[in-house]
């Protein structure tokens, strides 16, 4: 076994992108961290996420520590930004996305075993609170991602990272 040469991961790339996976946005909510925001788009880009909706955030995604970590990555990614919870939902609700909160919360249910087929919005909280209580009611669905370690949470933009890949590969069954 060998790492693919230069020319070999164009072709790789190549042959990817010609399939069309299903649609896949994500909205934050509140976000507070520049990094975390910037490593959410990279992952975003990498992953060919359609749109970010980004309501009542705390920062801008076009500022110089968001592109530190982005890497240009935010050039890839359509993005709005909505004051308030409601106006980037009905947003993502006009674009036909099913909103599904990502949430330790009592009635969400694994990752992994959620039916995320259809265009679906991601929902991501803030760093430390999650979700608000509005945007938490207002999702069609709730899941989390089960954690085995003694940690009982990750960073956000890690959570993102995990449930983004886990959408994607939903579709590749």
Known sequence: MRQLSGT?????????????????????EGLGGPFNLGSILRT????????????????????ANVGK???????????TDHETWATGAEAAR?????????ELADQAVPM???NLEGPVCLVI???DRGLSKT?????????????????????VATATSIAIYEARRQSWR
């Open 112 to 114: 992994h075993v959620a």
């Open 44 to 63: 975003a880009a990498a992953y060919r996420v359609e749109h970010l909706f980004l309501a009542a955030m705390q920062i801008n995604p076009t500022s």
């Open 135 to 155: 945007a938490l009611a207002d999702c069609d669905d709730v899941v989390f991602l089960p954690q085995l370690g003694r940690i009982g949470s990750l960073n």
């Open 94 to 102: 006009a674009k036909g996305f099913r909103l599904v909160g990502l």
């Open 69 to 79: 970590t982005a890497l240009g990555a935010d050039r890839y990614v359509p993005w």
């Open 125 to 127: 909280g803030h760093e």
């Open 8 to 28: 070999e991961l164009k072709r790789l790339h190549r042959q990817w992108r010609k399939d069309e996976p299903p649609r896949l946005s994500i909205m934050l």
